[in-house]
């Protein structure tokens, strides 16, 4: 089943249509033309066919009500192009669209403004099509394109067609030229739409092709996340990091969710005379946890109280590593809250593992476990201690979650210490 959903965009709150199929292949962003809107019922049916192809479309007003009625406003392929880039921007944090290859396609001088969009979000902007177009309107981005973009005319449509080829001559990037014979600038006449869907679907099929994850930046990653959290809108929330690079992606997540953020400290405890060889983990909040590995422990003949024991010094380091980064703020109780617990990736997740252990001591209404990437093995184990798991990939291939991030820097306190002080019950 396809679904459907009413949305809004941008600063200007500009009403769209999002169609997801399931598994979908691509996304495909729809550029109206003049006068035109997310309602117009050519670029629906090339919507429609394009869902059952297997794509997810994005149909949406680049103008408001009353930017609409004003000629230079629809004309003005700036503003057309910048608010593309801004649905772009927007579908390229969402949780169902994200890893997704992305296409444009655009009707009239829609044809334009997705020409500037794919010049602006080049690395983005797997392929273009545009129907009955005037891509001359963007003539001075046109050697700059780098999508492969198909022209798709009219037979009857001279003006438009000579535009076209001339348009094409300044592409640098790999273009055809697609006439359909008899056809004028609408299409309208009979079977010359269905020739320009089953075009424009073939050169989808051709360019969009699955695309690597790879986040900006954790903050990305963060707001990624934060619109699915929305979605399952859980109640009276907190949100909880591990430190360091938990924090910038569960900063997104608290401001998204109006909910405190804390953070969770946990540090490994080494075996005896095998420090590297975790026999458990020392957690803070509302009070101390010690999480033992029974397994290692029996092996190395390690009581409960000698295991308290060890875990002394690793307090001791928690509490210096809380002071800097939260002062003396005291924990934020998760009794009866839905508790978010928020890293930015899971390797081994013998951590994650010890922070969920000891967070479920603490009486949450219910655990979320929300991380951007894990291996499937480790996350179907963490899976068994939260109440519900929200990843957003599972790549079979894991070497480091370092890999699926163009900026993964090495944080600092300072670093840390900022992006907490906008959460800070004293601010």
Not at 84 to 99: K, P, T, Y
Request: charged share 25%.
């Amino acid at each position: 089943m396809i679904e459907q959903s009413e949305i809004v965009l941008g600063r200007e709150a500009l009403p769209g249509l999002l169609a997801v199929p399931p598994e979908p292949r691509g996304l495909i962003l729809f550029a109206h033309g003049s006068g035109s809107s997310r309602m117009s019922p050519r670029n629906r049916l090339v919507a429609e066919a394009l869902n059952q192809a297997g794509y997810a479309t994005l149909l949406f007003d680049l103008l408001t009500g009353d930017e609409g009625r004003d000629r230079r406003k629809v004309f003005d392929i700036e503003l057309l192009g910048g608010r593309l880039v801004e649905a772009i921007d927007w579908a390229r944090e969402d949780d169902r669209l994200f890893a997704l290859p992305f296409g444009l396609f655009g009707a009239s001088t829609g044809a334009a403004a997705a020409i500037l969009a794919a010049v602006a979000r080049r690395s983005d902007i797997a392929a273009v099509v545009s129907r009955g177009g005037r891509p001359d309107l963007a003539s001075s981005s046109l050697g700059d394109l780098a999508a492969p973009t198909l022209f798709i005319v009219g037979g009857d449509d001279p003006e438009v067609l000579a535009l076209n080829h001339a348009a094409q001559r300044q592409c640098r990037a790999t273009t055809e030229l697609k006439i359909v014979p008899g056809a004028t600038h609408l299409f309208e006449e009979p079977g010359a739409l269905e020739q320009a869907i089953e075009a424009a679907t073939s050169w989808f099929d051709r360019h969009l092709r699955p695309r690597a994850i790879r986040f900006a930046d954790r903050a990305a990653a963060g707001r990624v996340l934060a619109r699915a959290l929305l979605r399952l809108a859980p109640e009276n929330p907190v949100v909880y990091a591990l430190p360091r690079g938990g924090v910038p992606v569960a900063a997104p997540i608290a401001r998204a969710l109006h909910a405190p953020l804390d953070l969770i400290l946990a540090r490994k405890i080494g075996a005896p005379g095998n420090p590297e060889l975790a026999l458990g983990a020392a957690v803070d909040g509302e009070s101390r946890d010690v999480v033992i590995n029974r397994d290692i422990a029996y092996a190395f003949d390690v009581s409960d109280r000698e295991a308290q024991r060890l875990a002394e010094r690793e307090f001791t380091e928690i509490e210096r590593r809380r002071r800097i980064y939260l002062g003396d703020a005291p924990p934020v109780s998760a009794r009866g809250r839905a508790a978010i617990l928020v890293d930015d990736g899971v390797a081994t997740g013998a951590t994650m593992e010890a922070a969920l252990r000891a967070l479920r001591r603490r009486e949450p209404q219910k655990i979320i476990l929300a991380v951007p990437v894990a291996p499937p093995d480790s996350l179907a184990r963490l899976a068994r201690l939260a109440d519900e798991t929200l990843c957003l990939a599972t790549p079979a291939n894991f070497f480091g979650v370092g890999e699926f991030y163009r900026n993964f820097h090495q944080l600092d306190d300072d670093e840390v210490v900022r992006a907490l002080a906008e959460f800070s019950p004293r601010r």
